[in-house]
């Protein structure tokens, strides 16, 4: 049996895809980090953004401390905290792989982090590509794949916990998925339920092109129809624009034909979508 609780999202108003899963067997935090845009419209963070990050963070502490093992996913800040080693103290790590596959950035931040780490958690092992068995769990890791739609921000594993019959499959930073590789990983696991970085349509047209959002379309319809998932969370960079719903029509109209839930984080949890950074130049209009 799977229980799966968002921590920190950006439809919660922060940038992170932090989640906490509970097995029958263990208890596991998957990217356990937080941030905020330091400039969105050429505005700071608002001061509403940054209680809520203070909020989400406090969650994740609290959630890992209650975990048997970490997994970072990359080496992006709003996904682990290299300041605050101490949450991976006597834990189960599993890294992304700190020097293959990965670009100059992350590796010298990875090296920094591994610094940090000497001493505190109760092991650390490589996550790229393997598959780790905890009773009648199972943690899978893909091979390592585009942060986004090329190389140029580096690789990121994608996380398949399976339990009892049911499994997720976390996506991490794929950004659509538009690329064949990541889309083949979530095809291959047929979870229940997928966390999945949606298209950054925020930068459509700069950033992103429409044809990696039509390559994501497409994807994200291929696992409506050849999977058995029941629920998708499309989420973090695709909650940064506010028109996110047309950007995928089609996507909701094939989820609804195959009744499969295709849902912010917030409405996983029933809470209230709050996407603050997009909202940004209305927060502080709002105030003036």
């Not at 208890?27 to 990050?53: C, F, N, T």
């Not at 295709?262 to 979508?273: D, H, K, P, Q, S």
Request: proline content about 6%; aromatic content about 10%; some cysteine.
């Amino acid at each position: 049996m799977l229980k799966v609780k968002p921590l920190a999202f950006d439809s919660f108003g922060v940038r992170s895809m932090a989640t906490f899963v509970e097995t029958d067997d263990l208890k596991v935090l998957i990217d356990p980090g937080v941030s905020l845009a330091p400039s969105r419209y050429s505005l700071p963070p608002h001061p509403v953004e940054e209680q809520r990050m203070s909020e989400t963070w406090a969650d994740i502490k609290e959630h890992a401390a209650r975990s048997d093992v970490l997994v970072v996913t990359h080496y992006h800040y709003d996904h682990y905290d290299p300041e605050e080693p101490e949450i991976y103290k006597g834990k189960i790590v599993y890294l992304k792989h700190p020097k293959e596959k990965i670009n100059k950035s992350q590796e010298k931040r990875a090296s920094y982090f591994l610094d940090k780490l000497t001493g505190i958690p109760k092991s650390i092992d490589i996550a790229d590509a393997k598959e780790f068995e905890h009773g009648s769990t199972s943690i899978k890791f893909s091979h390592p794949v585009y942060h986004g739609t090329n190389p140029k921000l580096g690789y990121v594993v994608e996380v398949s916990i399976a339990c009892g019959g049911e499994k997720l499959v976390f996506t991490s930073d794929v950004e659509g998925p538009s690329v064949a590789q990541q889309v083949e990983f979530i095809i291959q696991e047929n979870p229940d339920l997928v966390i999945l970085d949606g298209p950054m349509t925020y930068m459509l047209g700069f950033r992103y092109s429409r044809q990696s959002l039509a390559l994501s379309v497409e994807n994200m319809k291929r696992l409506i129809k050849e999977t058995a998932v029941k629920t998708i969370l499309p989420e973090h960079h695709f909650m940064r624009d506010l028109k996110y719903k047309e950007r995928i029509a089609e996507v909701y109209e094939s989820a609804v034909e195959k009744g499969v839930k295709v849902i912010t984080a917030a409405e996983y949890l029933g809470r209230e979508v709050e996407m603050l950074e997009a909202r940004r130049k209305e927060l502080y209009d709002y105030n003036q």
